[in-house]
């Protein structure tokens, strides 16, 4: 089992910043793969992005390329989003994940809050 607890969300203006972490706990030698979902009010969960833990290979969602930036440090076993030029569409909950490997993603955090005011 891989324990994950988000932090950092919050209310920020349009065109802020925030950077959010994600810390893993428990069978963390078995993530193949983390990422970062959203879920704004009354839309299903979408994905804004992945990397692979060992290598750091990324991917991003269109809607947050060039603005946001996934990351992680192996030793403390922590994810980060950092999100720049936010905008009010991404309000949302925002979600960390991990898979054992390349296919679904078993364990999720408790999500947090980001609001971005016009």
């Known amino acids: 089992q891989v324990q994950l607890v988000e932090s950092g969300g919050g209310l920020v203006q349009s065109g802020g910043s925030l950077r959010l972490s994600c810390t893993a706990s428990g069978r963390t030698f078995s993530i193949y793969k983390m990422a970062w979902f959203r879920q704004a009010p009354g839309k299903e969960r979408e994905p804004v992005g992945t990397?692979?833990?060992?290598?750091?290979?990324?991917s991003y969602a269109d809607s947050v390329k060039g603005r946001f930036t996934i990351s992680r440090d192996n030793a403390k076993n922590t994810l980060y989003l950092q999100m720049n030029s936010l905008k009010p569409e991404d309000t949302a909950v925002y979600y960390c994940a991990a898979a054992p490997n390349s296919g679904k993603y078993d364990y999720w955090g408790q999500g947090t809050q980001v609001t971005v005011s016009s």
């Open positions: 990397i692979r833990w060992i290598g750091g290979l990324t």
